[in-house]
């Protein structure tokens, strides 16, 4: 079992910037990859970004993609989010997701392990 708990979330202008945390515990999380995914406000809930166990593999929804970050140290079992010129379309809950395997993976049913959300609110 591995528990996540997300943190960090909040209120931004566009064009802002925000860090999410995504502290794990439980299980080895160095054998986990993580992925990070959204829902905003009657929409399905959509993948953002996944890094595989060892940092060493990353890939990122194409809408994010340039702006946002993923990255995790295994020495505090924790995984972040770096998110950067932030637009209102970024407004959503935004989850952390692991998974008992060491590769990355857009799909949500692949991930195990869930953390609650954290809500992010970009204004225009």
């Known amino acids: 079992q591995v528990q996540l708990v997300e943190s960090g979330g909040g209120l931004v202008q566009a064009g802002g910037s925000l860090r999410l945390s995504c502290a794990a515990s439980g299980r080895i999380f160095s054998s986990c990859a993580m992925g990070w995914f959204r829902q905003a406000p009657g929409k399905q809930r959509e993948f953002v970004a996944t890094i595989n166990w060892s940092g060493t593999q990353i890939s990122y929804a194409a809408s994010v993609q340039g702006r946002f970050t993923v990255s995790r140290d295994n020495a505090k079992n924790t995984s972040y989010l770096q998110m950067r010129s932030l637009r209102p379309e970024d407004t959503a809950v935004y989850y952390c997701?692991?998974?008992?395997?060491?590769?990355?993976?857009?799909?949500?049913?692949?991930?195990?392990?869930w953390g609650q959300g954290t809500q992010i609110t970009i204004s225009s």
């Open positions: 997701a692991a998974r008992d395997a060491l590769s990355i993976s857009f799909i949500e049913g692949e991930y195990d392990y």
